[in-house]
């Protein structure tokens, strides 16, 4: 069975700063990865995808997230923090077998501060 | 763009009360979801659906049902609602082989 963990429940930068947003994931089979994003009273947006191809994916709003299979991980950045960036973002993974079912991680709430 | 509807963004339910949430896409996928979300515990998969008429369980069944009529459309039921099904409730779409999924706004449940 796959499992996704995001390190840090909450994440505190200072705007300006670099975002980093941990996940590892285990899977025995090569993933399909995902990252979204929530804003508050709000479904979730896709923000970037890993789908087997580079390995370093880029997202929407200035976000990216690379592909370490060696580590398990798939880690999210942004070189710069924003006031906007505040919401909550969401690792998930999908194996390449079977219904297209994703398993998220708990969430990493994001806080930027001025 | 893709778009999920969800029928309610807030409901108010009496324990016991039989409820309904619908969820409606636009984009023609085969792949139909219902989640609950709760701080700190992310998204937990309640049922999902993969072609009219098909539902499979997900991790969390239990107190709730499906139905799946029309392909647009994906139904979730309680059938006697308890507090304990207080909750974030949000329904999402996939295409055949796609895996990325597209979510409604959400229904935030409340049962007293």
């Known amino acids: 069975a796959q499992s996704v963990t995001q390190l840090g429940s909450h994440v505190s930068v200072s705007e300006g700063a670099l975002v980093l947003l941990r996940c590892n994931y285990s899977s025995s089979v090569p993933p399909y990865l995902f990252w979204y994003v929530q804003y508050p009273n709000q479904g979730l947006q896709l923000l970037l995808k890993y789908t087997s191809a580079a390995t370093l994916v880029k997202g929407i709003n200035g976000f990216e997230a690379e592909f370490k299979k060696s580590e398990t991980s798939f880690h999210l950045t942004k070189p710069s923090a924003h006031m906007s960036d505040a919401a909550e973002y969401f690792c998930?993974?999908?194996?390449?077998?079977?219904?297209?079912?994703?398993?998220f991680g708990k969430g990493t709430m994001l806080l930027v501060s001025p | 763009d893709v778009k999920v509807t969800q029928s309610s963004r807030y409901l108010v339910k009496r324990t016991g009360e039989k409820v309904f949430l619908e969820c409606v896409q636009d984009?023609?996928?085969?792949?139909m979801f219902w989640y609950r979300q709760d701080p700190g515990l992310g998204l937990r998969l309640i049922y999902f659906?993969?072609?009219?008429?098909?539902?499979e369980k997900g991790d969390i069944p239990e107190g709730y049902s499906v139905s799946r009529e029309k392909k647009e459309r994906f139904s979730l039921i309680l059938e006697s609602a308890s507090t304990n099904q207080t909750s974030m409730y949000l329904c999402a779409s996939s295409g055949t082989a796609a895996y990325e999924q597209y979510f409604g706004p959400g229904t935030r449940l409340t049962v007293t």
């Open positions: 659906s993969y072609d009219v008429k098909m539902k």
């Open positions: 998930a993974v999908g194996m390449n077998s079977g219904y297209s079912t994703l398993t």
């Open positions: 984009m023609d996928h085969e792949n």
